[in-house]
């Protein structure tokens, strides 16, 4: 999946290839693969691993400074916030719910797209031009603000997340994946397709979309941490993941009145989604890198 | 041009009917605006009398070619929530503080942008394109809600330099235009930096060195002005980016802009504002990547032989 | 007028001149206007100018203008006369008469205050278009207003009110009293921008969402009822409470309301909090609980059974949540409004044992499933804070509460139409300075508002409200209180205070009441 190379090689079976690949990275990229692995595995792990309920709060121990300063507690290594909840263990549930959200937002996003673009690169004219427009409209407007329109029907919820970063993310995918056809639509291989009688969709199935998918995958990555942004930014708005499930977004949100006297309350989640979007992002620039350098740079 | 320029404009007011039907459906399903305006105590007639002076109780045809017709001739109705004054009036009174503030973000993100590309770009793998990578990934990493509220604290609380916030001197503009920018930096160093790179690359920079051309004109001239026709293509995205960023910048730093009106007016229902400020908001982006489009076709001439 | 006139020049040059007026920067070092009062408030609500046009959340900064017939005093709150010198009610408490006090100038030179501008600002206040909070129920019980002379105001009314010189004609109200001399020469247009009060201030400039700054009067000298210290009051509008507290801390704001969980902060910084007391009071209402009402009642909610929300009262440590999420500035409440009158009232103590068995005679030993929303006002920071400690209560005796925070609008509507029949949710209770206001509003079914009635509630109340004798109102209404008590009307948590930063400049700040700000009688420090 990262370099076509070395799997056709796969001269030193699975391992050899994966410390191969561990080699040819410098070392700010084992870092952030190393992070990012750890932000997988407590995602998944989570419910098992979190040193209390993530939930359950003690309004007498409400506020506890991290466990190294004066008054802290080793049992809440990052201290507790203002409900008296551990914010370790609501970090690690956060960690599963930003996973999730990334994951289903750039399934759905990512589907749409293609298609949308696929279709209009494919098919060109008429089709290509209102599609395109459409794509021009949704980079260039405002999505947050039909978000907290969209939030202010229906109320804040998991499900409304999902579809609102969704909406303001396909047209990315939709531009590469048209750009991409664009190229390759008057290969040979297509042209014999073509004429052997294959259908439209059998041809984008079978020679259109594994072509494309490296630059889809290359967005894909890079978007994962737009995606754990934006959740984070609608959660401060108020129409985020709604508490009381411990999104990343929603902790700072929480956190942001205590500042000047709590500061670890905003500090801890901030921090958790800016060291896991800079590995996500080095992760992606070098994936760029290496599958289609022409993106680098582009992610926006 | 003339061609293109026209065919973009048509396409923007049908985009911009689309988004007046959109925008008006989800304000009326979103709540009554009956409820907001009256006091407590009111009784079941004052809501029936209410809605009909509101004209409510019309079909919803009726009611979007009325609000059609009625915004043709800039009248967007009264606010809500904002004694009865006329929407439009609203956003007027709050434009100018956004448009200076994304203004000034926009103007400092793109100079500190391209110098820091460019410079990253020629001296590859240096110090300087190590710092230079190292703000692109931070401004891309860093929500703004969290940036601005740090920034805050250190610049204004602890160290006392600047104002937490507020309107008016140029000091109030600091800390939300760095906040705002901070994203927008980052991708033009991006953008900057990559291009520049492609283009120190390629052939005709290589000739122009060959013909002794002196590096500084190879550079600031030859190589940047091709480098610069990425940053011109996402300059839609970037003014996208400054509104959304708006809406939480301008609520951090208590601007008193558009971005703020927006999301203020959302949350309290004001129907006729929300409508007003998302179709001028939305007409905004259409002029910005109308011009956008000419500028593309002026610098780049390959782009003028299609349309 | 001339400092302000320069900022106003200043303002428009950086606006127009975007990026490029880095260069023109004012020669002031400062940002924070030292010689001004400036306050940081969350909210301007609608920003407009006259009594009739919004919220009563703009008395913050109205009330330095406009004056009322009659203030509170702060502490007792007792009624005090204000541009009304004495008034006097006739027996079956239809008639009012408001002698007026002479020699009250407007501002702005539109002479002296007479009977003629009381008039006119009461009809207007309760005209169809008014805006004002209590416009509806006013129209319904003013029938006409008469001026036999300059000072003497005759009300009279269509049915009893025994409260309303303290009620909808005092301070913490909305009638305040304009110029008809002034909208007379205007038209209302014009005239709405430019308030004209009798108060000790006058509007020196607006800048749209962002600050509002009252220009003390040049006669101020001669003013009747204060003697204000400061030239200028600011007020900014700052949403976020952090950023309020920010400013605190480095001196750019003077006043500002503050979160209990910012009181150690401020106070560590050096600075004085001040609370105004028991202005609001923070409780959890139930939906579908208006008996009498067709489309607001549902018998199939738990809490329709009275053993179940009794259960829910026991079952949260009102105290504990006082101590820790209001920082001690509150007291246990055993009702729904902050009246002296209900003191008496005991609250329901924390028992979760009395309550696990309550739910067991109501059949829901398993408990059950409950949503709560929740939302912010402001007052009312701590509302989504409060809710999820509830819930963290209720789980506890087996009912699992799910919270929904949604926005005070929707719920607002929801609850106005008949929609929030499902759900509970926080509400920082009715800050009426009458309590008669304050039971028509909340407990009545004719009010849109109603949260909880029943037939024997509203014959209560009806009793109540025509009862003629001042020591069987009393009574009739403690045992009203008692009622709502009993019957578990809602979850009443607490009679919160509300907490303001105060910075050094300032010496002496008395706020009266919920709605009675009192910001032109602050002083100067030392």
């Known amino acids: ?300 | ?307 | 007028m001339t400092k302000l006139m320069n900022r106003d020049v200043h303002r428009t040059a950086v606006s127009l001149l975007a990026g490029v007026a880095l260069t023109l920067a004012p020669n002031m070092p400062a940002w924070a206007q030292a010689d001004d009062l400036i306050i940081a408030l969350s909210t301007f609500s609608e920003e407009t100018m006259t009594p009739w046009s919004g919220s009563g959340q703009r008395k913050t900064y109205l009330d330095v203008v406009y004056e009322y017939l009659t203030y509170a005093e702060p502490g007792t709150l007792r009624t005090m006369p204000g541009l009304a010198e004495s008034w006097e009610m006739s027996p079956d408490g239809k008639e009012w008469t408001f002698h007026l006090r002479p020699g009250v100038q407007f501002s702005g030179g539109y002479g002296e205050m007479t009977s003629a501008d009381v008039a006119y600002s009461i009809e207007r206040l309760i005209r169809d278009d008014s805006r004002a909070g209590p416009s509806s129920p006013m129209r319904r019980l003013i029938s006409s207003v008469e001026t036999p002379d300059d000072y003497t105001v005759v009300v009279k009314l269509n049915f009893p009110d025994f409260e309303l010189a303290r009620g909808y004609f005092g301070a913490a109200q909305q009638l305040g009293i304009v110029s008809k001399k002034h909208f007379d020469a205007l038209g209302e247009a014009d005239a709405e921008t430019t308030p004209i009060g009798t108060g000790a201030y006058e509007l020196g400039s607006i800048s749209p969402g962002s600050e509002i700054v009252m220009t003390m009067r040049d006669d101020v000298a001669d003013h009747w009822r204060v003697q204000p210290e400061f030239e200028n009051i600011v007020f900014k509008v700052v949403p976020e409470e952090s950023t309020r507290v920010a400013m605190l801390l480095t001196g750019e704001a003077d006043i500002a309301p503050i979160g209990f969980d910012s009181i150690p902060t401020v106070r560590e910084a050096g600075l004085t909090v001040v609370s105004a007391e028991a202005t609001w009071s923070p409780v959890v209402r139930f939906g579908g609980l208006v008996e009498t009402s067709e489309n607001r009642y549902n018998a199939d909610n738990p809490w329709a059974k009275r053993e179940v929300r009794q259960a829910l009262n026991y079952a949260v440590d009102k105290q504990l949540i006082i101590d820790e999420l209001f920082h001690g500035e509150a007291t246990v409440a055993s009702s729904d409004t902050p009246v002296p009158a209900w003191s008496g009232v005991q609250p329901y103590p924390y028992d979760p044992e009395r309550a696990r068995e309550l739910l067991k005679e109501a059949g829901y030993e398993d408990g059950f499933d409950i949503t709560i929303k929740t939302f912010t006002t402001a007052p009312g920071a701590e509302l989504p804070l409060m809710a999820e400690a509830v819930a963290l209560f209720w789980q506890d005796i087996g009912v699992n509460a799910t919270i929904e925070p949604v926005d005070w609008p929707s719920l607002r509507s929801d609850w106005t139409e008949g929609r929030a029949n499902d759900y509970v949710w926080t509400h920082r209770g009715f800050p009426f300075s009458s309590a008669a206001n304050g039971l028509e509003a909340g407990f009545m079914a004719a009010s849109v508002f109603a949260a909880y009635s029943t037939p024997e509630l509203e014959t209560m109340i009806n009793d109540f409200s025509n009862e003629q004798d001042l020591a069987e109102r009393e009574a009739k209404f403690t045992a009203i209180g008692q009622h709502l008590r009993d019957e578990a009307a809602a979850v009443f948590i607490a009679l919160a205070n509300e907490p303001y930063g105060i910075s050094d400049k300032v010496g002496e700040w008395k706020i009266t009441t919920a709605y009675m700000w009192n910001f032109d009688q602050v002083t100067r420090a030392e």
């Open chain 1, 1 to 300: 999946m990262v370099d076509t190379s070395s799997h056709v090689r796969r001269s030193g079976g699975g391992i050899g290839a994966i410390y191969r690949f561990w080699k040819s990275l410098d070392w700010p990229l084992r870092i952030a693969l190393a992070l990012l692995l750890v932000f997988v595995l407590v995602a998944v792990l989570g419910p098992w691993i979190t040193p209390h309920d993530p939930l359950k709060g003690y309004l007498r121990a409400r506020l506890l400074p991290p466990a190294w300063r004066d008054g802290g507690d080793w049992s809440y290594v990052f201290g507790t916030d203002r409900l008296g909840r551990d914010i370790l263990s609501r970090i690690i549930a956060g960690a599963r719910i930003s996973l999730t959200v990334c994951v289903l937002v750039i399934a759905i996003a990512g589907v749409l797209g293609t298609m949308i673009g696929t279709v209009a690169g494919y098919f060109g004219g008429w089709c290509d031009r209102v599609l395109m427009r459409l794509v021009d409209l949704a980079l260039s407007f405002p999505v947050i603000l039909l978000a907290l329109l969209l939030a202010a029907i229906s109320g804040p919820s998991f499900t409304n997340i999902i579809i609102v970063i969704s909406l303001t993310l396909w047209s990315q995918y939709a531009r590469m994946a048209r750009g991409e056809t664009l190229k390759i639509r008057n290969e040979d291989y297509v042209d014999l397709a073509r004429t052997s009688g294959l259908s439209d969709l059998a041809i984008i199935r079978r020679h259109i979309l594994p072509n494309i998918a490296p630059a889809l995958i290359v967005i894909a990555t890079l978007q994962v941490g737009i995606v754990i942004v934006l959740e984070a930014s609608l959660s401060f708005l108020g129409v985020g993941v709604p508490p009381p499930a411990p999104s990343w977004g929603s902790m700072v949100a929480d956190g942001r009145s205590y500042i000047a006297s709590a500061w670890w309350l905003c500090m801890m989640p901030g921090s958790a989604i800016v060291i896991t979007v800079m590995a996500v992002n080095l992760l992606g620039d070098a994936l760029a890198d290496r599958i289609n350098p022409a993106l680098r740079g582009r992610n926006i």
């Open chain 2, 1 to 307: 041009m003339f061609r293109i320029a026209a065919i973009r404009a048509i396409e923007a007011l049908i985009a911009l009917l689309l988004m007046s039907i959109v925008i008006f459906l989800l304000s009326r399903v979103t709540g009554d605006p009956v409820a907001l305006l009256l006091g407590d105590g009111a009784t079941e007639a004052d809501k029936i009398k209410l809605t009909q002076d509101l004209g409510l109780d019309q079909p919803i045809i009726a009611q979007y070619l009325t609000f059609l017709s009625n915004a043709l001739a800039g009248d967007f109705g009264r606010s809500v929530t904002a004694g009865n004054q006329p929407a439009l009036h609203l956003i007027m009174a709050r434009l100018p503080a956004s448009l200076s503030l994304a203004g000034v973000a926009l103007a400092f993100t793109m100079v500190v942008g391209i110098l820091f590309g460019v410079i990253a770009a020629v001296r590859h793998n240096s110090i300087i394109d190590f710092a230079a990578r190292l703000i692109a990934l931070i401004g891309q990493s860093v929500p703004s809600f969290w940036l601005g509220i740090v920034l805050m604290y250190v610049f204004a609380v602890q160290l006392g330099w600047l104002p937490t916030s507020g309107y008016g001197q140029w000091q109030h503009y600091v800390l939300p235009a760095a906040t705002l920018g901070l994203f927008t930096l980052a991708a033009i160093t991006r953008l900057v930096r990559s291009s520049m790179l492609e283009a120190l690359g390629s052939e005709y920079i290589k000739l122009a060195r060959v013909k002794g051309l002196s590096e500084r004109v190879v550079i600031w001239k030859h190589a940047l002005v091709n480098s610069l026709i990425p940053v011109v293509t996402f300059m839609g995205t970037f003014f996208a980016v400054m509104i959304t960023g708006a809406v939480i910048v301008e609520t951090v730093f208590s601007w008193p802009g558009i971005g703020r009106l927006a999301y203020e007016s959302i949350l309290a229902r004001d129907f006729p504002v929300v409508q007003a400020v998302v179709l001028v908001i939305t007409s905004l982006f259409i002029i910005a990547n109308l011009l956008v489009d000419i500028l593309y076709v002026v610098i780049d001439p390959r782009m003028r032989s299609r349309g």
